[in-house]
């Protein structure tokens, strides 16, 4: 996981991503979860990239499964993108780098 990622739990959920000033990704993912070990690879690239613009998360879905259902988080990989304390984008499974990069370009218009 990319140093700039930083991995959250129920206690700090909403100090790290709804109270932030930047758009944050939230990668919700299990170490159990095939397409999610394809995902992350991505997300670390990704969080390289735009470490100047924006946050990312990863959620635990076994660890943390309050936040999870909050969201309404039923299949993983599902990333989202926090903007403002709430949900601005997000998708479902495994995406190709050029679809979860669309995905932050549109959070920081």
Sequence with gaps: MAEN????????????VLDSQQPVLV??????????????P????LAEQYKDKMGF?????DDAPKIASSYNVMSIP????????KP???????RPKKD??????????
Excluded: H
């Excluded at 990622?5 to 790290?16: G, R």
């Excluded at 601005?88 to 495994?94: A, I, L, M, R």
């Design 27 to 40: 990668d919700f993912w299990a170490v159990w979860c095939g397409p999610c070990r394809m995902v992350a």
């Design 100 to 109: 979860i990069q669309k995905l932050i370009d549109k959070a920081l218009v």
């Design 42 to 45: 991505i997300v670390d690239e």
């Design 78 to 85: 599902t990333l989202i993108v926090f903007k403002g304390g």
């Design 57 to 61: 998360a990863k959620v635990n879905v």
């Design 88 to 94: 601005f984008e997000q998708v479902v499974g495994y």
């Design 5 to 16: 990622i930083k991995s959250v739990s129920e206690n700090d959920f909403k100090a790290t």
